[in-house]
Antibody
Framework: EVQLVESGGGLVQPGRSLRLSCAASGFTFDDYAMHWVRQAPGKGLEWVSG????????TYAGSVKGRFTISRDNSKNSLDLQMNSLRPDDTALYFCVKGSYLAEGIVDSWGQGTLVTVS | EIVMTQSPATLSVSPGERATLSCRAS??????LAWYQHIPGQAPRLLIYRASTRATSIPARFSGSGSGTEFTLTIASLQSEDFAVYYCQQYDKWSRGYTFGQGTQLEIK
């Protein structure tokens, strides 16, 4: 069974940094693209960033480009998101999600999320 | 960045009736379009991919259509468990990102 467990969320002041982590298990981690998706309070889903299986392709949403950095360590089955220069509108529940074998951008598994509050 | 726009924001439909949800892309995404169902408190579930292919275990009452910039999700004969938020997502190319629409809340009339 696929398990994705996020950690690292919390309350942070505007302009500060936070690093989120995701521990993956139950699948061959280095076979799949991984992404971060967030959901602000009362809002919809927003794709934040994605990374291909070998870190060869990395993409960001325009709202976070230049401030967030995604990375993965296939030897540790882990995915990270370094968030710098945080703003109040970055406040959201951040989900670690797994890309599907159907296509790298399709999401087939979700973590429970970690809450980031910028205030 | 491709912008996905869903309409309506909220749709009120009676059980047993049909629901039609729309999704528009700001640029052509071919047929690289997925639909997800999100029930609060649960993980979103993939319903449709490649614009019209049902994912594993998705009932036949869910169908998708469209290509390019205009897409539709149709739910025939709504069941009680279908009332949820529905999102479209384009996954055309890495370089364009994988944007979601803002969602359509399907509620019981």
């Amino acid at each position: 069974e696929v398990q994705l467990v996020e950690s690292g969320g919390g309350l942070v002041q505007p302009g500060r940094s936070l690093r989120l982590s995701c521990a993956a298990s139950g699948f061959t981690f280095d076979d799949y693209a991984m992404h971060w998706v967030r959901q602000a309070p009362g809002k919809g889903l927003e794709w934040v960033s994605g990374i291909s299986w070998n870190s060869g392709t990395i993409t960001y949403a325009g709202s976070v480009k230049g401030r967030f950095t995604i990375s993965r360590d296939n030897s540790k089955n882990s995915l990270d998101l370094q968030m710098n220069s945080l703003r109040p509108d970055d406040t959201a529940l951040y989900f670690c999600v797994k890309g599907s074998y159907l296509a790298e951008g399709i999401v087939d598994s979700w973590g429970q999320g970690t809450l980031v509050t910028v205030s | 960045e491709i912008v996905m726009t869903q309409s309506p924001a909220t749709l009120s439909v009676s059980p047993g009736e049909r629901a039609t949800l729309s999704c528009r892309a700001s640029q052509s995404v071919g047929n690289n379009l997925a639909w997800y169902q999100h029930i609060p408190g649960q993980a979103p579930r993939l319903l449709i991919y490649r614009a019209s292919t049902r994912a594993t275990s998705i009932p036949a009452r869910f169908s998708g259509s469209g290509s390019g910039t205009e897409f539709t999700l149709t739910i025939a004969s709504l069941q009680s468990e279908d009332f949820a938020v529905y999102y479209c997502q384009q996954y055309d190319k890495w370089s364009r990102g994988y944007t979601f629409g803002q969602g359509t809340q399907l509620e019981i009339k």
